[in-house]
């Protein structure tokens, strides 16, 4: 193993981690380490592949459209989020991103991009999303990487709700209003139950969304302030709220 300088880089690999494993790069990894990084033979990396925790590893052979790490010793266990989804409406290309990017870091456990009445955006790149989510689990140093789900309608998502997991539901209409989300928090079971936070699209939701899910009994509509945030500061927003009371954060 080369001692002189310690690992700075953090690589997602699609291949199980164990002492002494041997690990492909792909195309586009061996490009990064080796064309813009300019690592070489003996080179270490840290590497996770979202179950195993994280690994030193060290560069075996470096190519130009390929190359071999092998995997020395675990440097840090699997640490799982919470069972969290995040459901949002996409919106503008960037922002969306940004959604994406703070989710994965803030330890959402899937990103569920949902189609709403007044959603603007009838599709999205979930291949890119997914990409996004892995670079923010690299640079953030975590060892889990949240999927990214293919978009759909939201009527649909509700239909199909699942009868444990719990729905925080972030509706501009209550702006300055207090929320129920205390009492919501407050009971016994809340901190051990799945849960999903829903983030509304540019123009709100609409009254038949409204009231689809006040007729849910897993879903609590809550206000997150005195004043009506953009969607992306919503969603980090909502997360944080979340995270601090149920999460892995206290």
Not at 38 to 53: I, P, Q
Not at 157 to 178: Q, T
Not at 187 to 208: V, Y
Not at 241 to 250: A, E, H, I, K, P
Request: glycine letters at 8%; a neutral charge; charged letters at 25%.
């Amino acid at each position: 193993m080369n001692t002189r300088a310690p690992a700075k880089i953090r690589l997602y690999v699609e291949h199980p981690l164990g002492a002494g494993q041997s690990i492909p790069l792909t195309r586009d990894q061996a490009h990064y380490l080796f064309g813009v990084m300019r690592l070489g033979e003996g080179a270490a990396v840290l590497v996770f592949d979202g179950h195993n925790g994280e690994w030193l590893a060290e560069v075996s052979e470096a190519g130009k459209r390929g190359g071999t790490l092998v995997s020395r010793e675990r440097t840090r266990p699997q640490q799982n989020p919470p069972d969290l989804w995040l459901l949002f409406a996409p919106i503008k290309k960037a922002r969306t991103d940004f959604i994406v990017e703070k989710a994965a870091e803030m330890g959402a456990a899937r990103i569920c991009p949902v189609q709403t009445d007044f959603t603007n955006a009838e599709r999205i790149r979930r291949d890119r999303l997914q990409a996004h989510a892995v670079e923010a689990a690299e640079q953030c140093g975590g060892t889990f990487v949240p999927e990214v789900a293919e978009l759909a309608r939201l009527d649909r998502v509700l239909a199909d709700w699942p009868a444990d997991r719990r729905l925080m539901f972030c509706d501009e209409a209550l702006s300055g209003r207090a929320s129920r989300l205390g009492a919501f928090f407050a009971d016994q079971g809340a901190r051990a139950a799945p849960w999903a936070i829903l983030i509304g699209p540019e123009g709100g939701f609409s009254e038949a969304e409204r009231a689809r899910l006040a007729a849910m009994p897993q879903a609590a509509a809550v206000s997150l302030g005195p004043r009506i945030l953009r969607a992306d500061t919503a969603a980090v927003a909502a997360l944080t709220l979340w995270q601090s009371t149920l999460g892995d954060w206290g």
